[in-house]
């Protein structure tokens, strides 16, 4: 079994409003991002944080998993752990695909490549290569749940896979590089997907 963790729980400081609820093309970045995980695995998990009760607001219909990490401001690690410590106890599942909702690009088709990639290997990490580095959307197989709950501040599960290179397959994603961080992000992209 998979699941994927749609990380959503900063507070879009850099826009000044949720990012999680821009609107592009009739549906929130986030009402994407959950459709596009719910394609690829039945178990999809949403961590909030600010504003969590105006974003869940927008995605109680979806029917994801919703969990509120009241340590959002430590940083995107507590998120990461609040989801692993929450689902590792369930012994059938294999691995965790862990995803934002501000890269718009990350669409079912790529989600089920990454997934598709890790059934075919035997690497237990497998993420995406963007603008000279890795990040999101990445998978860790069980191996690494350990790893993932001990997790401080503000790194992210990247942290974990830069130091254990022999284990882990990058997946090309030049897209990735595009997300949406700040008003202008938006805007541009929003003409871009018109």
């Given amino acids: 079994m998979l699941s994927i963790v749609i990380l959503a729980a900063g507070a879009s400081s850099r826009l000044g409003r949720a990012k999680q609820n821009l609107i592009v093309k009739d549906l929130t970045l986030l009402q ?15 961590v909030l944080g600010a504003d969590h009760e105006a974003i869940a607001g927008t995605i109680d219909h979806l029917e994801p998993t919703i969990l509120h990490n009241a340590e959002w401001v430590e940083g995107i690690a507590s998120s990461v752990r609040k989801a692993i410590c929450q689902l590792s106890d369930d012994l059938k599942l294999r691995a965790v695909l862990f995803m934002v909702c501000d890269q718009p690009f990350a669409n079912a088709g790529f989600l089920q490549l990454m997934v598709d990639t890790a059934k075919a290997s035997d690497r237990n990490i497998i993420a995406s290569g963007y603008g000279h580095t890795i990040g999101v959307p990445i998978l ?10 001990n997790l401080k501040g503000d790194e992210g599960a990247k942290k ?10 990058v997946i090309p994603f030049p897209e990735g590089v595009i997300d949406i961080d700040t008003e202008q992000d938006y805007q541009a992209f929003k003409k871009y997907g018109d």
């Fill in 32 to 46: 994407q991002a959950v459709i596009n995980a719910q394609q690829v695995s039945h178990n999809v998990v949403v």
């Fill in 160 to 169: 974990i896979a830069i130091t254990h290179p022999d284990d882990l397959l």
């Fill in 140 to 149: 860790f197989k069980r191996a690494y749940f350990d790893h993932l709950k």
